[in-house]
């Protein structure tokens, strides 16, 4: 089993449409979790950032943790076609340990 | 400020050549990483420089790879020789990680595109 897994897609929704991206993960020392975002043949960039379980809200996007599943997920409120990229999910244990494990990644295609 | 800066951006080059990735950390900051992207395997750690030392090189496919921080502003990652099974995007990170501080950033290069035939 895989450490990090994120279903690769692709996923296709209309502008405006509300988008769930999720990831699950097995390390249980896992503590702090990301979600990068990547435009085609562009670096990652990181878009939240969250420690522990619960929820974080930045304008049109939300993090959430829950721990207890293992479970990660973002969700985009009014989706905008400036939204397609690929998101990936990744998660440190942190301590000295600075290694982040990504997931593959998901594309997400917002259409006009 | 300038972000983190690679070069070259796409090298196409023969097996067996040697290959040469450099970057450019965001100066200040005092950790370097290099990456792998593949389509199969997604974005994989090679190594992890601190303070211009590696720290964690567990992700080096194996010894035709190579890489040295000099200085606090330059890294190379080098091939050699390089095989097909190589080409991939290399993407070089920095961060700024100070002993029990908050988990920081990792900033990422536009990545370097290489292709070995």
């Known amino acids: 089993q895989k450490e990090v897994e994120q279903d690769p897609g692709p996923l296709s929704v209309p502008e405006g449409a509300i988008v769930s991206l999720n990831c699950t993960y097995s390390n249980s020392a896992f503590q702090y979790f990301m979600w990068y975002r990547q435009y085609s043949r562009k670096g990652p960039e990181l878009l939240m950032y969250?420690?522990?379980?619960g929820n974080k809200e930045d304008g049109r996007f939300t993090a959430q943790v829950d721990k207890s599943s293992k479970y990660i997920s973002l969700f985009i409120r009014d989706s905008q076609p400036s939204d397609s990229a690929t998101y990936l999910c990744?998660?440190?244990?942190?301590?000295?340990?600075?290694?982040?494990?990504f997931g593959k990644g998901t594309l997400l295609t917002v259409n006009p | 400020d300038a972000g983190v800066i690679q070069s070259p951006r796409h090298e196409v080059t023969e097996m067996g050549q040697e290959v040469t990735l450099r970057c450019k950390p965001i100066s200040g900051h005092n950790s370097l990483f290099w990456y792998r992207q593949t389509m199969m395997r997604g974005l994989e750690l090679l190594i992890y420089f601190n303070n211009n030392v590696p720290i964690d090189d567990s992700g080096m496919p194996e010894d035709r790879f190579s890489a040295k921080m000099p200085n606090a502003s330059f890294s190379t990652l080098k091939i050699q020789p390089s095989e097909p099974r190589d080409s991939a995007v290399y993407f070089c990170?920095?961060?700024?990680?100070?002993?029990?501080?908050?988990?920081?950033?990792?900033?990422f290069g536009p990545g370097t595109r290489l292709l070995v035939l």
């Open positions: 990744a998660m440190t244990s942190g301590g000295s340990n600075y290694k982040l494990t």
């Open positions: 969250t420690y522990s379980s």
């Open positions: 990170a920095s961060s700024l990680i100070l002993a029990g501080g908050p988990r920081e950033t990792q900033y």
